[in-house]
């Protein structure tokens, strides 16, 4: 499934956070900015409590029709997407290693030591870097996948399959998916998949 170009739609994985207010205005802008595609918020049942869940409530009933809830799993839904948003989850990571264009935000520097920092091409200060970024790599910009090999594997090797070598079993797949193996390639622009019927899914 990953082989397969994706929709440009956006996966904003969302965690509570002491910046809370920031990060729900950012997602409604970065609705607004892009009424082309489907942003899509994706929150932790467990998390859906308290004032953060009255937030997400909030959030949700602006009635902007391309900010849609996904309740699936997170997975499924990075199948779909091309730009992957998070702030603090590692879904941001993960993100790039599925060929996707992967964000955290970094809104509030009272967030004294945030990993992610030692690797600025993954961090945005504010939305309209982050609106500014994506529009780029809308335009065929590359994503600066090769800088980040040291924050995650992108060999193209199936990590389950180096466990069992570990432990001396057979690997189940080949020893590289080659459309995930970035790290001895040049950056390419993103692919996108043809426009569906829907207009939210140009």
Not at 45 to 53: A, H, I, M, P, Q
Not at 78 to 104: D, H, K, P, W
């Amino acid at each position: 499934r990953l082989a397969a170009p994706a929709r440009r739609d956006i996966a904003c994985f969302l965690e509570p956070c002491f910046f809370d207010e920031q990060v729900f205005e950012s997602i409604l802008h970065l609705a607004d900015s892009f009424p082309d595609r489907i942003v899509y918020v994706n929150v932790k049942s467990n998390r859906k409590v308290g004032e953060y869940g009255r937030m997400l409530k909030d959030l949700l009933s602006h009635g902007r029709p391309n900010l849609v809830e996904h309740t699936g799993r997170s997975y499924d839904l990075m199948f779909q997407c091309s730009y992957v948003v998070a702030n603090g989850s590692t879904l941001g990571l993960e993100a790039i290693q599925f060929g996707r264009a992967g964000f955290q935000l970094d809104f509030d520097k009272r967030w004294k030591r945030l990993y992610y920092r030692d690797f600025p091409e993954l961090c945005v200060s504010n939305v309209q870097q982050l609106i500014e970024r994506i529009r780029r790599l809308d335009s065929g910009e590359a994503y600066p996948r090769r800088n980040l090999h040291q924050v995650i594997d992108l060999s193209g090797r199936v990590i389950w399959d180096v466990i069992r070598q570990d432990m001396g079993l057979r690997a189940h797949a080949p020893d590289l998916l080659m459309h995930l193996a970035f790290a001895d390639r040049e950056d390419s622009p993103l692919k996108f998949s043809p426009p569906a019927g829907d207009p939210l899914n140009v």
